[in-house]
């Protein structure tokens, strides 16, 4: 198998997408509750799934986690959140790394994100600070609802619009 050409821009792509990402996560983020927080850090990770693939968008995933809690750490860090991350990426690069991006598409990356959240979030939680599971799991259970459509309708919004034109100067060599 011929391994593609990553080139200088391309990579440098892919930073300042990790660096948008970091930003989202770690500094424009609304919290809502205790480790309840809405931030917009998704649609970076989703753009580099959509270009690159899951293994590109699991690399780019992991470090925005580790980079955040590097330069605004909220707690003790813990491992499983970037593996987390890192799963989230790879979600977002298996869904959206494709022709044609469908909304049914978005959603399944939605829902696997949600998916995540819900049970290996809630699963670290309960890990990290001794509280059961059921009760951290129906604790966050709702809000995640709430963000799975807030993901689907915004990169349905988005996506498709910014990964044509974004494809296309990447095959002319402008991008």
Known sequence: MKMKKFSTRKLVLVSMLIAIQVILKGFLKLEIGLNQ???FSFIPLA???ALFGPVVAGI???LADLISYLLNPTGPYFPGFTLSAILVGVIY???LHREKIS???IGLTSLG???VNMFLGSFWLAMLYGNPFQTVFMTRLPFQIILFF???IVLALILDRLIKPMRQK????DL
């Open 37 to 39: 927080r809405i931030a």
């Open 47 to 49: 753009i580099n799934g």
């Open 60 to 62: 780019s995933g992991g």
């Open 93 to 95: 690069g298996f869904f």
């Open 103 to 105: 909304p049914a598409w």
């Open 113 to 115: 994100e949600a998916l």
């Open 150 to 152: 807030v993901r689907w």
């Open 170 to 173: 990447m095959d002319k060599g």
